[in-house]
């Protein structure tokens, strides 16, 4: 028989790859571990909140990403120049991409301090 016969090769693939197909659907997505901080963050006047679906709220407005840097510039007029901080509380399945976005459009706005909210150890508070 000078010819190589693929066809058990080719079944045992197709069983793997159905295997292997099973067990993308039925893994779970890892649980993000609880930050805590033992010192509270400076306060500062302007925060920012950034939800799961990644709609951001500076201060009282919602605002979209393009909109961030002349709310920030603003707010940022608004206090007169004398905070340098921003708190960002954002939830855990928000976007890391549209938090960035979020830092860098407060440093365009001369907001160079930034801190992330979380929840004070020991304490059922977040700051």
């Known amino acids: ?6 066809t058990p090769f080719t079944d045992v693939l197709l069983v793997l790859l159905i ?5 993308a659907s039925v893994t779970k997505e890892p649980t993000l571990p609880n930050a805590y ?3 509270r963050v ?3 006047q302007i925060v920012v909140l ?3 679906k990644d709609n951001i709220q500076i201060g009282s407005n919602t605002v979209t990403i393009q909109q961030a840097a002349s709310a920030f510039a603003a707010l940022a007029s608004a206090t007169g120049h004398n905070f340098k901080s921003v708190i960002i509380k954002a939830d ?8 960035l976005q979020v830092m860098n459009a407060a440093k365009s706005a001369g ?3 930034f801190g992330l909210a979380n929840h004070i150890q ?3 508070a977040t700051q």
Do not use: E, R
């Open 50 to 52: 950034v939800d799961a």
């Open 19 to 23: 295997i292997f197909i099973i067990l």
């Open 111 to 113: 907001l160079t301090k």
């Open 92 to 99: 855990p399945k928000a976007d890391y991409g549209t938090i």
């Open 122 to 124: 020991g304490t059922g």
């Open 1 to 6: 028989m000078s010819t190589i016969n693929i």
């Open 37 to 39: 901080n033992k010192h």
């Open 42 to 44: 400076i306060p500062s």
